[in-house]
């Protein structure tokens, strides 16, 4: 078995010259306790910080705009991941998929942001097993991140729903300015935004991969733009998307599901979708219904196209688990999307649509 993406940023992160394997251990169990873990990560001397957050809803502590987390500090790993639970409010059994653990957006309208602003400082910032909901509103993204030159952030296994935003990005805004970034195994449904109401890519250098996500029923409020995913990619920025349906979305005065803007390089491998804005380079890709089981609901239902549709090798890496924590190959080929399998019901979606 190939290693994925985040084991090889660990190894690589861990073999540099003059760095060791310290590492910090924090079990969070509470709001305050996740923004003061999230706040501490630059302290001490470890290269290697684990966050891990016990299952159950976190809210920003009153008078925060959200949490949030800045790496500046060089050779460092910040790996927070929901889904813990334990005796006597211990982080000693893990659950592995985005249901359980949810964070809530703050006044300003984001759950959580997260920035690597320094560049050449090889620092990685990993985010998996969380669902993040963010329904009053505000400026922000549901989930913002932002990763300069030499830097790594991997986002997996989560769900963004029902994130509404008076702002540009509704779900996820990704900033990526020259270093690499990857989002894979992946919901994103029921967001409303100005520019688009699921995922927002704004890149001027650097890689970004988004693989196995499934992107419908979102929104964008203004005239000419997707619902689903906006690409802003300016070269030299690459951006690769693999094995993703993005399918059902809405903008103000059509329906988009995808735009590709800029001078930069977008690749589509895999991909269903039902409409096209822009000019890509598509590698089996195709158009039409996906077989959702229902509107919202991108569980695949039998017969769907994206069952055994999808290629094996995925540009970031496609990981061992669907969002579920499901085993990502279960057939010939992997499937299309964030979930391996035929929806059998089982998986949690929240009442998030209008």
Not at 33 to 51: E, K, M, P, R, Y
Not at 112 to 133: C, E
Not at 140 to 167: D, F, M, P, W, Y
Not at 258 to 280: D, E, K, P, W
Request: with cysteine.
């Amino acid at each position: 078995m190939f290693p994925t993406l985040r084991s090889l940023v660990l190894l690589v992160l861990l073999a540099a010259p003059g760095l060791s394997s310290a590492l910090t251990t924090l079990c969070v169990s509470n709001s305050q306790q996740l923004a003061s873990a999230l706040q501490s990560v630059n302290a001490g001397l470890d290269n290697l910080i684990l966050i891990k957050v016990r299952r159950g809803t976190y809210a920003p502590p009153a008078g925060s705009s959200g949490f949030s987390l800045s790496l500046n500090t060089t050779n460092r790993i910040v790996d927070v991941s929901g889904g813990w639970s334990g005796a006597a409010n211990s982080c000693t059994d893990k659950t592995i998929g985005a249901s359980g653990t949810l964070i809530l957006g703050g006044a300003g309208g984001t759950a959580l942001k997260f920035s690597l602003p320094v560049s050449g400082s090889y620092g990685a910032v990993n985010i998996s097993d969380f669902t993040f909901n963010s329904p009053d509103g505000g400026e922000g993204a549901c989930l913002h991140g932002s990763v300069s030159a030499t830097n790594t952030t991997t986002v997996e296994r989560v769900r963004l729903e029902g994130c509404t935003s008076s702002s540009y990005s509704g779900s996820l805004l990704l900033v990526n300015s020259g270093g690499v970034a990857t989002v894979r195994n992946s919901v994103v449904r029921g967001g409303k935004g100005l520019r688009t109401g699921g995922i927002n890519v704004d890149s001027s250098g650097g890689i970004t991969h988004l693989n196995h996500l499934s992107i419908t029923a979102n929104v964008a409020r203004l005239g000419g733009n997707p619902g689903g995913l906006y690409v802003n990619c300016n070269a030299p920025c690459r951006v690769h998307v693999d094995n993703s349906v993005v399918w059902g979305n809405r903008g103000n005065d059509a329906f988009f599901d995808i735009n590709n803007n800029g001078s930069g390089s977008v690749t589509l491998s895999h991909v269903r979708y039902g409409m096209l804005n822009g000019t890509v380079a598509a590698d089996g890709s195709s158009f039409g219904d996906p077989g959702f089981v229902a509107f919202g609901n991108p569980g695949p239902r039998s017969g769907s196209p994206l069952l055994n549709s999808g290629r094996a090798e995925v540009s970031g890496g496609a990981s061992n688990f669907d969002v579920d924590g499901k085993p990502r190959l279960q057939g010939n080929a992997p499937d299309i999307g964030a979930h391996e399998g035929i929806y059998t019901g089982d998986e949690i979606f929240r009442d998030i649509l209008p």
